[in-house]
């Protein structure tokens, strides 16, 4: 395998979905959206099902959105939400952020939201994001961190999710605790005008705890991620079976609380 790829550790069953179609600008790209003006032209790397990506496209009416990834499949449910909500001026394609199909400078925004610690190369990765932003437009990244992920109360089990899932992550060509390191990776890339900043999303209602905890026990035992987390080794199905009994169980608690942390990057070409 090239170094420069990685496996998608999640992959896209429904629960993952469940995640994804949650996400929105205002939720998720916040540090960007002040930025945006109505006739710039974005690139959204791993757009995945498309509602940011609507979002953005919806504040740049006079513009223009290319959004890609690189799953054809989920870029057929990004279409659908374009569609649905009129955005005739979004296009959709499959690209690798290694080797973005497109010239130098072709773009005044350059995106990418939960990307860089799915990708085998984060540094060249954002070359290439560099490569095709235009002279003072704005490359602006978005990852979490797992290591900083925190919860309460403490419940067994969820201790064995967090080491487990960087465990996989890690081994299938990733790097879980991404947040902390984009701007390690931006200098590296050669960045120098970088506004790095944190973002956080909370679950602590009965209903987000439920939606939560419900969404990782199910990707616990079905999705990608447990195929993978059983394949390589790192875990046996009974092992996935109580961790998901955690998670459902952390769910339950009247004074569950759950915030993951985002690192966050504007970085001026």
């Given at each position: 395998?090239?170094?420069?790829?990685?496996?998608?550790?999640?992959?896209?069953?429904?629960?993952?979905?469940?995640?994804?179609?949650?996400?929105?600008?205002?939720?998720?790209?916040?540090?960007?959206?002040?930025?945006?003006?109505?006739?710039?032209?974005?690139?959204?790397?791993?757009?995945?099902?498309?509602?940011?990506?609507?979002?953005?496209?919806?504040?740049?009416?006079?513009?223009?959105?290319?959004?890609?990834?690189?799953?054809?499949?989920?870029?057929?449910?990004?279409?659908?939400?374009?569609?649905?909500?009129?955005?005739?001026?979004?296009?959709?394609?499959?690209?690798?952020?290694?080797?973005?199909?497109?010239?130098?400078?072709?773009?005044?925004?350059?995106?990418?939201?939960?990307?860089?610690?799915?990708?085998?190369?984060?540094?060249?990765?954002?070359?290439?994001?560099?490569?095709?932003?235009?002279?003072?437009?704005?490359?602006?990244?978005?990852?979490?961190?797992?290591?900083?992920m925190t919860w309460y109360p403490s419940v067994p089990g969820m201790d064995e999710w967090l080491g487990l899932y960087r465990r996989v992550a890690r081994a299938n060509g990733g790097e879980p605790d991404a947040g902390r390191r984009l701007r390690s990776w931006a200098l590296a890339a050669g960045f120098t005008d970088i506004t790095a900043t944190a973002g956080t999303w909370c679950y602590a209602t009965p209903e987000?705890?439920?939606?939560?905890?419900?969404?990782?026990?199910?990707?616990?035992?079905?999705?990608?991620?447990?195929?993978?987390?059983?394949?390589?080794?790192?875990?046996?199905?009974?092992?996935?079976?109580?961790?998901?009994?955690?998670?459902?169980?952390?769910?339950?608690?009247?004074?569950?609380?759950?915030?993951?942390?985002?690192?966050?990057?504007?970085?001026?070409?």
């Open positions: 395998m090239p170094k420069d790829t990685a496996v998608y550790t999640h992959g896209h069953h429904e629960s993952v979905l469940r995640s994804h179609t949650w996400r929105t600008a205002a939720n998720s790209a916040a540090y960007l959206t002040g930025h945006l003006e109505p006739r710039m032209r974005i690139l959204d790397i791993g757009c995945g099902p498309g509602t940011i990506t609507a979002d953005l496209a919806e504040l740049v009416p006079g513009g223009e959105v290319i959004a890609v990834d690189a799953d054809s499949g989920v870029l057929e449910r990004a279409r659908a939400v374009a569609e649905e909500r009129g955005l005739s001026h979004v296009r959709f394609a499959v690209a690798d952020v290694h080797e973005l199909d497109h010239p130098d400078n072709s773009f005044d925004v350059v995106h990418a939201h939960q990307v860089l610690q799915h990708v085998g190369d984060p540094v060249r990765a954002l070359r290439e994001m560099r490569r095709v932003c235009r002279p003072g437009g704005l490359v602006a990244v978005r990852d979490s961190d797992y290591a900083a987000e705890r439920a939606w939560w905890s419900g969404l990782w026990a199910d990707r616990t035992v079905a999705s990608s991620y447990a195929r993978l987390a059983v394949d390589g080794g790192h875990a046996t199905e009974a092992e996935l079976r109580g961790i998901a009994d955690a998670w459902r169980a952390w769910g339950e608690c009247a004074d569950g609380w759950f915030s993951v942390l985002h690192g966050e990057l504007l970085c001026r070409v």
